[in-house]
């Protein structure tokens, strides 16, 4: 192992076992400073920052790895879920209807990470139509992921709906 490896082993201990974000932050920060076009530090610390709502940030190291590897489906996704936190609809949907259509390896969660993004704008007749997908999806593939997560999904949606209605 690596001065990098080392590093990340410790950080990726202090975001599973510890919780400790400050030193997740710190250690990433280390591994950048070491190798600034290692992707691991740069996505590790762009979760990180998303879960302390520092969301611009987030995006910030996002965009570093998809200028390093463009193909980089995880960044593109995440960037997609920031953009929805940050009220960006249009632009995250760009993103995860580019996934949902073309990254059969990241589909799953992209259709996931769309139906939230219809429920959080409250676009109903795009949320219908992702939930189509999703279905047809479980059909094909049996995907325990899509169902244990649409179960969640709609259970949101359902209060949100009831909400609505009151």
Not at 26 to 53: C, H, W, Y
Not at 112 to 121: G, H, M, P, T, Y
Not at 144 to 157: A, G, M, Q, R, V
């Amino acid at each position: 192992m690596n001065k990098i490896d080392n590093i990340m082993s410790e950080a990726e201990h202090a975001y599973f076992k510890e919780d400790n974000l400050e030193k997740v932050l710190q250690l990433t920060k280390e591994a950048i400073e070491i190798d600034s076009t290692d992707i691991r530090p740069l996505n590790l610390m762009g979760v990180v920052l998303f879960e302390k709502g520092l969301n611009k940030e987030s995006i910030t190291c996002f965009d570093k790895i998809l200028d390093l590897d463009p193909s980089y489906n995880d960044a593109k996704l995440k960037k997609g879920q920031v953009l929805t936190e940050l009220g960006k609809y249009d632009e995250a949907q760009d993103i995860l209807d580019h996934l949902i259509d073309n990254e059969d390896d990241i589909k799953d969660e992209a259709i996931i990470a769309k139906l939230s993004l219809c429920i959080e704008n409250g676009n109903e007749k795009e949320y219908q139509d992702t939930l189509k997908v999703c279905r047809k999806r479980i059909a094909e593939k049996n995907s325990k992921y899509l169902k244990d997560e649409l179960k969640f999904i709609e259970s949101i949606h359902n209060i949100m709906d009831k909400n609505k209605k009151r």
